[in-house]
T-cell receptor
Framework: SQQGEEDPQALSIQEGENATMNCSYKTSINNLQWYRQNSGRGLVHLILIRSNEREKHSGRLRVTLDTSKKSSSLLITASRAADTASYFCATEITSNTGKLIFGQGTTLQVKP | DAGVIQSPRHEVTEMGQEVTLRCKPISGHNSLFWYRQTMMRGLELLIYFNNNVPIDDSGMPEDRFSAKMPNASFSTLKIQPSEPRDSAVYFC????????????FGSGTRLTVV
């Protein structure tokens, strides 16, 4: 069964708006990661947040982690058409193995 | 570095045939993962290796699937015999254990079994 569940499954916004995607998971984690997948391509790592961190930034990306609620969010600010892709959260549930379990993903469409 | 290299990019085969997918991880990465992606089931972890040793193959669907990593620079995923329900995109990914940079994925192999 999937460790992570993402919400919403699909999101459509206008260029310049912010996009927020949420991820919930079931078991304790070592870290949580977000990936992007463009259509027909492999996944690209965006950001990693450790279980003892609450917020992390990278460019236009902001990730939060709430371990008490077992949830994370990915915020993309000032979205661009090039941000159109599927976004996945992935959890490392066992320390020192690096094994990641991926959620089902959120499909984001940014309209020009 | 050229990234994680997978071959072939596309494979169309007839049911019952043997299929071999290949992966070259990034040099220096000590972990390698095989995933399968379908619309219905999303991304499923099939098997992963640490330092060329298989650690967890609980995701391998059945005995028709096997994976090897004979050295640090090469891995194969074999399906024998193949079935139409094996049709999917198969991804290989590698990482350095403990890295903050996560996995590096290959471009995938799109397998179609007819």
């Amino acid at each position: 069964s999937q460790q992570g569940e993402e919400d919403p499954q699909a999101l459509s916004i206008q260029e310049g708006e912010n996009a927020t995607m949420n991820c919930s998971y079931k078991t304790s984690i070592n870290n949580l990661q977000w990936y992007r997948q463009n259509s027909g391509r492999g996944l690209v790592h965006l950001i990693l947040i450790r279980s003892n961190e609450r917020e992390k930034h990278s460019g236009r990306l902001r990730v939060t982690l709430d371990t008490s609620k077992k949830s994370s969010s990915l915020l993309i600010t000032a979205s661009r058409a090039a941000d159109t892709a599927s976004y996945f959260c992935a959890t490392e549930i066992t320390s020192n193995t690096g094994k990641l379990i991926f959620g089902q993903g959120t499909t984001l469409q940014v309209k020009p | 570095d050229a990234g994680v290299i997978q071959s072939p990019r596309h494979e169309v085969t007839e049911m019952g045939q043997e299929v071999t997918l290949r992966c070259k991880p990034i040099s220096g990465h000590n972990s390698l993962f095989w995933y399968r992606q379908t619309m219905m089931r999303g991304l499923e972890l099939l098997i992963y290796f640490n330092n060329n040793v298989p650690i967890d193959d609980s995701g391998m669907p059945e005995d028709r699937f096997s994976a090897k990593m004979p050295n640090a620079s090469f891995s194969t995923l074999k399906i024998q015999p193949s079935e139409p329900r094996d049709s999917a995109v198969y991804f290989c990914a590698s990482s350095s254990q403990g890295s903050i940079y996560g996995y590096t994925f290959g471009s995938g192999t799109r397998l179609t079994v007819v």
